[in-house]
C-alpha cells in the first residue's frame, strides 16, 4: 500500500550522530502510524520508534530513550530518525515501517517496510 525508501545511514564514529529520512509514496500517508526497527546480525528485529499519524505521540526503546528523536512531516510524506550519542551497539540495518493499526511495538503490527539502510557505529 505504502512504498517507502530510507536514506541517511553510513560509517560514523562514536559519540557522533544521523538523521535518516524515510519517503513515502502512496495515499493516505498521514493516517499511517510509522516506525523504525533495526536489525543487527545475528539478533532478531528490535523495535526502535515510533510516532502517531498526527505526530502528537511517540514511543521509544529503552535502549536509545534520550537520544533518538522520531519525527514526520506528512506534507513531504517523510519520517525521519536523528540519531545522536551513537554507539557501536547501535550498529544495524534500519527500516522504516508503516502500520494501519495503533501505535504498538511489535513488528508485525507494521505492513509495509522499506529496504534497509546500513548504519555502522566505529569505535
Known amino acids: 500500500q505504502v512504498q517507502l525508501v530510507e536514506s541517511g545511514g553510513g560509517l560514523v564514529q562514536a559519540g557522533g550522530s544521523l538523521r535518516l529520512s524515510c519517503a513515502a509514496s502512496?495515499?493516505?500517508?498521514?493516517?499511517?502510524?510509522m516506525g523504525w526497527f533495526r536489525q543487527a546480525p545475528g539478533n532478531e528485529r528490535e523495535f526502535v520508534a515510533t510516532i502517531s499519524w498526527s505526530g502528537g505521540s511517540t514511543q521509544y526503546a529503552d535502549s536509545v530513550k534520550g537520544r533518538f528523536t522520531i519525527s514526520r512531516d506528512n506534507a513531504k510524506n517523510t519520517v525521519y530518525l536523528q540519531m545522536n550519542s551513537l554507539k557501536p551497539e547501535d550498529t544495524a540495518i534500519y527500516y522504516c515501517?508503516?502500520?494501519?493499526?495503533?501505535?504498538?511495538?511489535?513488528?508485525?503490527?507494521?505492513?509495509?517496510w522499506g529496504q534497509g539502510t546500513q548504519v555502522t557505529v566505529a569505535s
Open positions: 515501517a508503516a502500520s494501519g493499526l495503533p501505535m504498538g511495538t511489535a513488528s508485525s503490527r507494521y505492513r509495509d
Open positions: 502512496g495515499r493516505t500517508f498521514r493516517f499511517y502510524v
